[in-house]
């Protein structure tokens, strides 16, 4: 299964945990740090991927909503049938801060909210079984 790893550009660090964790039970993740070079059409890049990916995790953290590109992310997954049902949200941070900086509309959908990346084998084998991927 394809997964589209949307996050905040100062979080890539934390995706990247993710997206490793990710790929170790199974999912084939793509990731703008991986998949974008200086001097690609980035929009057409992620145009792509987003077409090609069955499934949109969307990592957040405090201050991830500052970022234009994770927002457009959100409103893309809530606005596409291609994503209904088909969105699962991670909230690195305190549940205070979840409930604070997380949109409500992606709490309403699968999530979930962790303390740190030392957590996202948990997440991974989450999304693994709701989603029905094979171990």
């Given at each position: 299964m394809k997964v589209f790893l949307s996050h905040?550009?100062?979080?890539?660090?934390?995706?990247?945990?993710?997206?490793?964790?990710?790929?170790q039970s199974g999912f084939r993740v793509w990731s703008?740090?991986?998949?974008?070079?200086?001097?690609?059409?980035?929009?057409k890049k992620i145009g792509k991927a987003l077409e090609d990916s069955d499934l949109m995790v969307l990592l957040f953290t405090p201050s991830?909503?500052?970022?234009?590109?994770?927002?457009?992310d959100v409103e893309f997954a809530i606005g596409s049938r291609k994503y209904e049902h088909r969105?699962?949200?991670?909230?690195?941070?305190s549940e205070t801060e979840a409930d604070k900086n997380m949109p409500?509309?992606?709490r309403k959908l699968p999530n979930r909210q962790v303390g740190s990346a030392?957590?996202?084998s948990d997440v991974a084998?989450?999304?693994?079984?709701?989603?029905?991927v094979p171990t």
């Open positions: 905040a550009r100062k979080d890539a660090e934390l995706a990247f945990q993710l997206a490793k964790r990710l790929e703008s740090e991986k998949e974008i070079v200086p001097g690609d059409n980035w929009a991830a909503m500052e970022s234009d590109s994770l927002r457009h969105v699962f949200s991670v909230f690195v941070g409500w509309i992606l030392k957590d996202f084998k989450e999304i693994q079984a709701l989603f029905a």
